[in-house]
């Protein structure tokens, strides 16, 4: 008998439908009116919860509008009463996958409202190690479900500073890159932590045995233009540094870009030799720039102007550990660049008799290295040597 009522039941299911009328075959399903009530009650979570007892089919435009307003007041509501919670998280994180949701740009933006909101209240709430890492993992979920949908620089930003601002242990270039490859990366490539961490990034680009243009390639994908409009003052500063890495890598990108100057060329091949060089392609350039200085007066002098700015100014290669090495340096120096060798020897005579003050201490740190240098003493009038036998004891 039972089995007779069911059988009756889905015949007339059948039938209903044939005219347009939905009906329920099993227990508990909603129909089309169902969620029209729920609307007006603004019962999001019961309406969510049945929206897709109706069949695909019947989905129309009614439909959708009421799903789309219904998924906005939702996540509208949890963040009005800041009900930030796991259960809430993962049912927005469900609802951001719903085809039928996916032109609705209001949803998304409280999605993306929402799971920073949850993810700060988690990191600032839960100081055991273990919640900090369900936390983790919540980040985690919550930027792949993003990356699958759209590139969002400005949602990667956030996430960087939430991780920076709770020490979170993850890769901040994995949220860089998506600021520093896009067109808002005009409003943030200026800032230092974004442009060291670019700058790492793209010094081990420059380390690849790769081929130039694929090298190239790579560069341009990470940086946009509008990010090379603040990255190439900031790799000026960094092209005079006294850290040799930044040095190469910046002179690279630089002439990658081509924005050096003919006289920015010659001021980095020649601080290139100065601070102590490296064997390779650039060793030969710098030599080569430095012998051309040598033969032109006024070029040198533009050159030799910089480098008095410097503090302490350069001058690794004259406590060189290899003898043979400094003694080659030390004569082309005085050959090509005498002004200079003659001015840091001055420099370093006015320090030891303070004839003038520095603020920042010795300004010519290898002074002592370069007067206990025979090869540097054939270069030095016995004049300037008197003074600091005089000034030393020496």
Same mark, same amino acid.
């Given at each position: ?31 089309? &009116? ?13 309406? =969510? ?51 039928? =949701? ?11 409202? !929402? ?19 369900q936390c983790v993992r919540d980040l985690l979920v919550f930027w792949n479900n ?5 590139? *969002?620089?400005?949602?990667? /930003? ?49 380390? =690849? ?16 233009? *509008?990010?090379?409009? $603040? /990255? ?10 006294? &850290?040799?890495? %930044? ?11 081509? %924005?050096?100057?003919?006289? %920015? ?74 002004? !200079? ?32 240098? $025979? ?8 004049? /300037?040597?008197?003074? !600091?036998? /005089? $000034?030393?004891?020496?």
């Amino acid at each position: 008998m039972h089995l007779a009522r069911q059988y009756l039941a889905v015949i007339l299911c059948l039938f209903l439908m044939g005219h347009q009328v939905l009906c329920a075959t099993k227990p508990g399903l909603y129909n089309i &009116s169902d969620l029209k009530i729920l609307k007006e009650q603004k019962n999001f979570a019961e309406f =969510l919860e049945h929206a897709k007892d109706i069949r695909p089919s019947l989905r129309d435009q009614q439909w959708s509008e009421m799903l789309s307003e219904m998924a906005t007041g939702f996540t509208s509501s949890k963040l009005k009463h800041k009900v930030f919670n796991k259960t809430t998280f993962d049912y927005v994180e469900s609802l951001y996958f719903w085809p039928s =949701l996916a032109s609705n740009v209001t949803f998304f933006v409280n999605r993306d409202n !929402y799971g920073l909101s949850y993810l700060t209240y988690c990191f600032k709430t839960n100081s055991t190690k273990k919640w900090r890492e369900q936390c983790v993992r919540d980040l985690l979920v919550f930027w792949n479900n993003t990356t699958k949908n759209s590139s *969002k620089p400005d949602l990667a /930003l956030k996430i960087a500073e939430l991780i920076k601002a709770h020490n979170i242990p993850l890769n901040l270039w994995d949220f860089y890159k998506e600021v520093t490859s896009s067109k808002i990366s005009f409003f943030h490539c200026n800032k230092p932590h974004i442009q060291k961490t670019l700058l790492r990034e793209m010094g081990k680009i420059i380390d =690849l045995q790769v081929d130039k243009n694929k090298r190239a390639k790579k560069l341009n994908e990470i940086a946009h233009e *509008k990010c090379w409009l $603040h /990255l190439v003052p900031y790799l000026k500063e960094l092209v005079y540094s006294f &850290s040799k890495n %930044e040095r190469m890598y910046a002179y690279y990108l630089l002439s990658f870009k081509q %924005e050096l100057a003919p006289f %920015e060329k010659d001021l980095f091949h020649t601080l290139f030799i100065l601070n102590g060089p490296t064997i390779g392609p650039t060793y030969n350039n710098a030599w080569s720039t430095i012998q051309q200085l040598g033969e032109n007066f006024k070029r040198r002098l533009v050159v030799i102007e910089y480098l008095k700015k410097f503090d302490p100014l350069p001058g690794e290669i004259f406590a060189h550990r290899d003898p043979k090495v400094k003694n080659v340096l030390i004569e082309f120096i005085a050959k090509n660049l005498p002004e !200079y060798l003659d001015y840091f020897v001055k420099t370093c005579l006015d320090y030891l008799s303070g004839n003038k003050v520095y603020v920042n201490g010795n300004p010519t740190i290898e002074c002592h290295a370069l007067f206990k240098n $025979h090869t540097a003493l054939k270069f030095i009038p016995s004049i /300037l040597q008197t003074k !600091y036998k /005089l $000034h030393t004891g020496l």
